[in-house]
């Protein structure tokens, strides 16, 4: 693991849920192929931890697959339902019924106790998601879902200050991560942070060879109306370093994750469809 310390600003408002046990999430997930389901686990860093889980069809809880881990950071002002709300299930299934890609599980967790609070790069989220214990997220997908049990089979795809904690995971702990997309990444005030990250560990970046793909909408109100310059200069910043990776600017498209999933690329494929392959390639390395 790359270790880097940054100093960012104090984390207020991101911290433990009640630690009363949840009493009306769903813990039997029997059943729940091809669905979205919402639970909570209890974590080490976080306490309790509310998330939506995506399980792809034929799924059950004593089958004998491993499937790859996506985990989706939602933005400022989501929770775990930021997903759900805008990607059917129903799309999902389809998808992985008819090769385009090939199945797997996506957990989204909710960020902060506290709308508006999240980040993800505060430490008991960074534990959260990097650590290997017992008592955080990837030895839950592991024992209850059997997704990530290769390590290198664990991607992120963040949206908004979600893509910000992408960039942030994929330039600090690139040997976690089998791939990294960041949709909208307008968090300017971390930009030059996220800069000396790259600087710093390129040459781990490089060597761990993580694939990294940025969007942004042409009409994303924080570019238009407040100049926000977070995904092109942290383009040309890792261009300049020699950092592979996609970059691709949607014509039309808005700041809304739906936006962004939604947008039909010329070869007539949704970004949604294109990205789950971009993260599905890197599982096959």
Same mark, same amino acid.
Request: glycine share 10%; proline share 5%; hydrophobic share 35%.
């Given at each position: 693991?790359?270790? $880097? ?19 009306? @999430? ?46 989706? $950071? ?25 090769? *385009? ?22 430490? @008991? ?23 990530? +049990? ?16 992408? $960039?942030?995971?994929?330039?600090? !702990? ?17 930009? @030059? ?8 560990? /390129? ?8 694939? +990294? ?18 995904? *092109? ?16 600017? +949607? ?10 999933? /939604? ?9 949604? +469809?294109?990205?789950?392959?971009? !993260?599905?390639?890197?599982?096959? /390395?």
């Amino acid at each position: 693991m790359l270790v $880097l310390t940054v100093v960012l600003a104090p984390s207020t408002g991101c911290r433990r849920f009640d630690p009363a046990e949840p009493t009306d @999430e769903v813990r039997d997930f029997t059943g729940r192929g091809g669905r979205y389901t919402r639970s909570a686990f209890l974590s080490d860093s976080r306490g309790w931890v509310f998330f939506n889980v995506y399980l792809p069809p034929g799924w059950s809880p004593d089958g004998p697959e491993a499937y790859p881990l996506i985990i989706f $950071l939602h933005g400022q002002m989501g929770d775990e339902h930021r997903f759900t709300d805008n990607v059917r299930a129903s799309q999902l299934n389809g998808w992985i019924e008819n090769g *385009s890609v090939a199945p797997f599980v996506l957990i989204a967790p909710r960020g902060a106790d506290r709308r508006g609070a999240v980040q993800w790069y505060y430490s @008991e989220n960074e534990r959260l998601l990097t650590s290997e214990e017992d008592g955080e997220l990837r030895a839950y997908a592991r024992r209850v879902f059997r997704a990530g +049990l290769d390590g290198r089979a664990v991607s992120l795809h963040g949206h908004s200050r979600g893509a910000s904690g992408t $960039l942030y995971f994929a330039l600090s !702990h690139s040997d976690k991560f089998a791939s990294a997309v960041a949709n909208a990444f307008v968090s300017d005030y971390v930009l @030059e942070r996220w800069k000396s990250l790259a600087r710093q560990n /390129r040459d781990q970046v490089l060597a761990s060879g993580i694939p +990294l793909r940025m969007t942004i909408g042409t009409r994303d109100h924080y570019v238009t109306r407040e100049n926000r310059k977070g995904s *092109s200069e942290m383009h040309e910043h890792l261009q300049e370093l020699g950092v592979p990776h996609e970059y691709e600017v +949607l014509e039309g498209v808005t700041h809304g994750f739906s936006s962004l999933w /939604r947008y039909r690329r010329p070869d007539g494929k949704p970004t949604g +469809l294109h990205e789950l392959q971009f !993260h599905a390639r890197s599982w096959e /390395r």
